[in-house]
């Protein structure tokens, strides 16, 4: 490793990385430098770059389990200028890059041969205010939504992820839905930046906004790190309401539960709603979440919101904070019980128009068995508002004249942790169907977060009217094309 005490002193630990032969495409340890003469050296850096086994392997997969890539190296950053100073070299030297959040995206969006930059070791929150908190970018969503509850008077960001243990440069990165918190009164995360700080692909540092380099922002949030890595975000915060009311309704029928979901989406006093469904045995189960927001002692009326539903509501009132991370408890009890992160995840995850989605539902759910989705999955949909989404990327379907759009996934877990590789051939084959089929006769467009298998092609298509500018994006701000090779949109992984 390497460290701010420079090159002469690293050079005397055995795994000391001093340099980078371009010839041999390699890095040269400082135990190798006596016997390579020619190599280019690795900038003092405050943290640390890491080329041993375990660091390397560590990185190597995500929490699909389905790509396996080990890096060359690991950068732990201690600072932006770390960030940028890896990104200059390696872009010097056509090393590919990858930054790493949670690694929680599942088919190798962050892996890489090259480098990998290990965000999370960035997570310091430098000001947390009335309106707006400014974060690292390897911080959680969960660690952010704590601070801010802690704040005098309690505050939340706007829109939170059904799971809080992802990174906020990674969710900005995708886009960011509101699982728990958002969609229905907010746009994404996205819709909720004030200010970025980015390294390019050239490891210039800078800072954008909807007014500053307006092309870099739009290029960056939901830009899959194409363009920029996300190093600090200038989050907007909002009141935080002291509790959360859960509303809970179970459907067998595809009409009524999407009846009751159209109702409910659009009904005064419901904050947030999401709905799960399961695989027909021998009826699908559909199940709404609808959530109310308040202070005590103003109480929801829920005789107001249950008003003309067709199912008997189950109840649950919990403090705000134990409702934002009621799924995080969930996986966490998953991660004990289950070894989740070796769990096999080939996920599907697209979003519909309201005026496709109910009969795509009734065409998809009958195809679907109990291991598409396995004893540790779900079957999700989100609803979101369409006018409140601010920002170019992600990429939605187009409009159909309803104020709403929806993301739907199928979260597909093995039943056994290790690799499968035939379940996960099966699986990835499924998605392709499954894509190829949604976007041809329903209008649907990729969330680009799961495991769908995507061609250059493919990606082209995905952006439509948008490629070229994001194409031009992509020459300025990374026109050596180092950043995040993942997802195979610009060249193939590598
Ligand atoms: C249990 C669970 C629940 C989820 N619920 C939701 C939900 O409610 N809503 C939703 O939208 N998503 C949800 N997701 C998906 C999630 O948003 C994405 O997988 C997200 O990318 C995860 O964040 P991460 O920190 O793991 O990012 P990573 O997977 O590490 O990164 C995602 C991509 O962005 C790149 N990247 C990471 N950090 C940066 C950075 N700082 N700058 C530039 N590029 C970067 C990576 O290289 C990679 O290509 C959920 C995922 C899980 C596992």
């Given at each position: 490793?390497?460290?701010?005490?420079?090159?002469?002193?690293?050079?005397?630990?055995?795994?000391?990385?001093?340099?980078?032969?371009?010839?041999?495409?390699?890095?040269?340890?400082?135990?190798?430098?006596?016997?390579?003469?020619?190599?280019?050296?690795?900038?003092?850096?405050?943290?640390?770059?890491?080329?041993?086994?375990?660091?390397?392997?560590?990185?190597?997969?995500?929490?699909?389990?389905?790509?396996?890539?080990?890096?060359?190296?690991?950068?732990?950053?201690?600072?932006?200028?770390?960030?940028?100073?890896?990104?200059?070299?390696?872009?010097?030297?056509?090393?590919?890059?990858?930054?790493?959040?949670?690694?929680?995206?599942?088919?190798?969006?962050?892996?890489?041969?090259?480098?990998?930059?290990?965000?999370?070791?960035?997570?310091?929150?430098?000001?947390?205010?009335?309106?707006?908190?400014?974060?690292?970018?390897?911080?959680?969503?969960?660690?952010?939504?704590?601070?801010?509850?802690?704040?005098?008077?309690?505050?939340?960001?706007?829109?939170?992820?059904?799971?809080?243990?992802?990174?906020?440069?990674?969710?900005?990165?995708?886009?960011?839905?509101?699982?728990?918190?958002?969609?229905?009164?907010?746009?994404?995360?996205?819709?909720?930046?004030?200010?970025?700080?980015?390294?390019?692909?050239?490891?210039?540092?800078?800072?954008?906004?909807?007014?500053?380099?307006?092309?870099?922002?739009?290029?960056?949030?939901?830009?899959?790190?194409?363009?920029?890595?996300?190093?600090?975000?200038?989050?907007?915060?909002?009141?935080?309401?002291?509790?959360?009311?859960?509303?809970?309704?179970q459907y067998s029928v595809n009409a009524p539960f999407f009846r009751d979901l159209r109702l409910?989406?659009?009904?005064?006093?419901?904050?947030?709603?999401?709905?799960?469904?399961?695989?027909?045995?021998?009826?699908?189960?559909?199940?709404?979440?609808?959530?109310?927001?308040?202070?005590?002692?103003?109480?929801?009326?829920?005789?107001?919101?249950?008003?003309?539903?067709?199912?008997?509501?189950?109840?649950?009132?919990?403090?705000?904070?134990?409702?934002?991370?009621?799924?995080?408890?969930?996986?966490?009890?998953?991660?004990?019980?289950?070894?989740?992160?070796?769990?096999?995840?080939?996920?599907?995850?697209?979003?519909?128009?309201?005026?496709?989605?109910?009969?795509?539902?009734?065409?998809?759910?009958?195809?679907?068995?109990?291991?598409?989705?396995?004893?540790?999955?779900?079957?999700?949909?989100?609803?979101?508002?369409?006018?409140?989404?601010?920002?170019?990327?992600?990429?939605?379907?187009?409009?159909?004249?309803?104020?709403?759009?929806?993301?739907?996934?199928?979260?597909?877990?093995?039943?056994?942790?290790?690799?499968?590789?035939?379940?996960?051939?099966?699986?990835?084959?499924?998605?392709?169907?499954?894509?190829?089929?949604?976007?041809?006769?329903?209008?649907?467009?990729?969330?680009?977060?799961?495991?769908?298998?995507?061609?250059?092609?493919?990606?082209?298509?995905?952006?439509?009217?948008?490629?070229?500018?994001?194409?031009?994006?992509?020459?300025?701000?990374?026109?050596?094309?180092?950043?995040?090779?993942?997802?195979?949109?610009?060249?193939?992984?590598?």
């Amino acid at each position: 490793m390497i460290s701010r005490r420079g090159l002469l002193g690293a050079a005397a630990s055995a795994v000391a990385v001093v340099g980078f032969d371009p010839f041999g495409h390699r890095w040269v340890t400082g135990a190798e430098a006596a016997t390579r003469p020619s190599f280019a050296g690795v900038p003092p850096l405050d943290g640390e770059l890491a080329v041993d086994a375990a660091a390397r392997q560590a990185v190597a997969t995500d929490l699909g389990n389905i790509v396996h890539q080990q890096p060359q190296a690991v950068l732990r950053p201690a600072s932006t200028g770390d960030v940028a100073t890896m990104i200059r070299f390696c872009s010097a030297h056509g090393i590919p890059v990858s930054t790493r959040g949670q690694a929680h995206t599942t088919y190798g969006q962050g892996l890489s041969a090259g480098l990998v930059i290990e965000m999370r070791h960035l997570r310091r929150i430098h000001s947390l205010g009335a309106r707006y908190a400014e974060v690292d970018a390897g911080i959680l969503w969960k660690d952010l939504a704590i601070a801010a509850n802690g704040h005098s008077p309690r505050l939340t960001p706007p829109v939170l992820t059904g799971y809080t243990g992802l990174t906020v440069g990674g969710t900005l990165s995708v886009g960011g839905i509101g699982g728990i918190v958002g969609g229905l009164r907010t746009g994404l995360q996205v819709d909720h930046v004030r200010e970025l700080e980015v390294v390019t692909g050239t490891g210039s540092i800078e800072r954008c906004s909807r007014q500053h380099k307006p092309d870099l922002f739009d290029a960056v949030l939901g830009g899959l790190g194409q363009c920029a890595v996300i190093t600090r975000a200038v989050i907007e915060l909002v009141p935080a309401p002291e509790r959360a009311r859960n509303f809970v309704l179970q459907y067998s029928v595809n009409a009524p539960f999407f009846r009751d979901l159209r109702l409910l989406i659009d009904r005064a006093g419901v904050d947030h709603v999401y709905a799960e469904f399961t695989a027909p045995d021998p009826a699908p189960v559909y199940k709404i979440h609808a959530t109310a927001f308040y202070d005590a002692p103003a109480a929801p009326d829920d005789a107001a919101i249950l008003a003309g539903l067709t199912a008997e509501a189950v109840v649950e009132d919990t403090p705000y904070l134990d409702y934002v991370l009621t799924i995080d408890r969930l996986i966490d009890m998953l991660r004990e019980t289950e070894n989740w992160d070796r769990l096999v995840k080939p996920w599907y995850d697209v979003w519909l128009p309201d005026s496709t989605i109910e009969q795509y539902l009734a065409e998809l759910l009958p195809t679907l068995t109990a291991r598409d989705i396995g004893p540790y999955g779900a079957g999700l949909i989100y609803p979101q508002r369409r006018d409140l989404a601010t920002r170019p990327a992600p990429r939605r379907p187009g409009p159909d004249g309803s104020p709403f759009v929806y993301v739907v996934d199928i979260n597909t877990v093995s039943s056994a942790p290790g690799a499968d590789p035939q379940f996960a051939a099966e699986m990835l084959e499924r998605n392709k169907r499954l894509y190829a089929r949604a976007r041809e006769k329903y209008g649907a467009v990729l969330y680009p977060i799961g495991s769908v298998p995507f061609t250059a092609q493919n990606w082209r298509d995905h952006y439509g009217s948008s490629w070229s500018a994001f194409h031009a994006a992509k020459r300025r701000y990374d026109p050596t094309g180092v950043l995040t090779p993942g997802p195979g949109i610009f060249s193939p992984r590598g």
